[in-house]
């Protein structure tokens, strides 16, 4: 899955650090350090750590909504 | 011929009709494929459009997030390529990666291409961004161990260079990135050598008094870091290899690593001619992200956001803010998404506090409202000497930013503060002040940019819906 804090709401609470500790972690007093792409396996311990941010500031998505946009079209594939 | 009150109501009903049109069938082209475009994208999306979606990119990678390009991934703990942002959504998006806009036809309404393609619109997005400042030197720029650092491909030649462990790495600017990358470096042991015009790093961002704690940071963390002196010329071996650096001071400096980190240049080029008010220091739009013609004249099929973007703010005197801030790019894209499909009385005004965040050398550094246009800094909590505080920069007698090192938790507060105008220097006392804290000093920017007399505003409501603005006599 991708991740993403936004930093800006972010106040160091790090209940995400104690709930998904191979994901986010601190440098420091409170600089909330992260992973932006976790595999499967981290999924519930993300998904924990999103329920339990005070501030609401973890997204995480599954890959499948690029499905949902157009094909590219076949010029793009046969020259790059 | 028709009567006048056919006419009348034909007139009457021609808006409502083709906006319903476009959020049906319309044709959007959002030109820029990073955070902007594709937040975008998804508010248009998310509000109801269902028309056909057109995002154009001259990277060959679908949006992914910039910030940790100077942080994490310089010191191996993210890949470079693994940063792409996620939806909150999906966005049924015909996408045109590697492919720059070259030019635009304002009548005709069309996009052009680098592959000679034209992209017709209704409704035109640009979020463009902007790009690394590069060297100044063409040849020395070319040289083998000199880099910038913007995007993910730039990340990743640079954090490969860094972990094949060079003898020195020399830093051209200490503005937040270069005091990042010099963060990553000295993570990884590798010595460092800052050199940086100002008198300070982060001089121009939150002045010399906190610029004075930055350039304690760097220095107990082992930076060599050298202020009020410019690196003059890069020097390669005959091989085309960076091996010396040259400084204004008469001094040279054995180097075989150099990041040019001097800012950014905002991505207007294409739009040279095109009669749209765009230039160097972005393409200007009005509070609701309609860009401006080369007459002044509001546009209202064409919307700006992002890095790129100049829009004016009431809070902070009407001046045009150019904002490259990640904040920013997600809260001017959604306002202009939301214009872009709505009719005028339904349309919002960007009235974003600006707000950014760095971390270096273990500290968390926030920042909320436009220090840049403190005279005036209070040390309100905790201490400069600790590395731990939280500053409040006022001008006019009004609270107008405040930094934090270590000290989020009280931002929230303080951009209450901004968005009521509250008087400055806080009348109130504060929790954990200290003596260095009971009167303010000089901000110590290098060229304050005074913002012209006239009245104070003040935002009021919670929701971004009911947000007005209201207006209150000026303090002076």
Known sequence: MRLVVDLNRCQ??????????????????????????????RREQVAAAMAACPVQAILMDDVVDDMMDDPLPAAFDVHH | MSTTDERGASRAHRPDDSLARLRREGRIVIVGASLAGLRGAETLREEGFAGSLTIIGDEPDRPYDRPPLSKQVLVGGAAADRTTLPRRRAIRAHWRLRTAATGLDLTARRVRLD?????????????TGARSRPWPQPAEAELDGVFVLRTNRDAERLGRRLMAGPRRVLVIGAGFTGSEIASACRELGLPVTVVERGPTPLVGALGGVVGQVAA????????????????????????????????????????????????AVRNTEWL?????????????????????????????????????????????????LSLDHWGNAVAQAEVAAHNMISPGPDRRPHLWVPAFWSSQFGVNIKSIGVPSMGEEILIAQGSLAEHSFAGVYGCQGRVVAAVTFDQTKWLDFYQQQIETAAPFP?????????????????AEFPDPSLPSHGPTVTLCGYSPTERRIVFTPARA
Do not use: K, W
């Open chain 1, 12 to 41: 160091g609470y790090a209940q995400c650090v104690f709930l998904a500790p191979d994901v986010f972690s601190l440098n420091g007093e409170e600089a909330l350090r992260y992973t932006p792409y976790v595999d499967d396996a």
């Open chain 2, 115 to 127: 592959d000679g393609d034209e992209v017709p619109y209704d409704r035109l997005l640009i979020t």
């Open chain 2, 216 to 263: 304690e940071l760097q220095r107990e963390h082992g930076v060599d870091l050298r202020c009020s002196v410019m690196v003059t010329a890069l020097e390669g071996d005959a091989a085309g290899r960076l091996r010396r650096a040259h400084l204004s001071d008469g001094t040279a400096l054995d180097v075989d690593l150099a990041v040019v980190a001097l800012g």
């Open chain 2, 272 to 320: 040279d001619g095109s009669g749209l008010g765009a230039g160097p220091r972005g393409v200007a739009c009005d509070a609701g992200c309609r860009a401006f013609d080369v007459r002044g004249l509001v546009t209202d099929d064409v919307f700006v956001a992002g890095d790129v973007a100049r829009s004016p703010h009431p809070l902070f005197g009407y001046q045009f």
């Open chain 2, 426 to 442: 806080p009348p109130f006392r504060s929790v954990d002040r200290r003596p260095d804290g009971l009167h303010p000093v000089p």
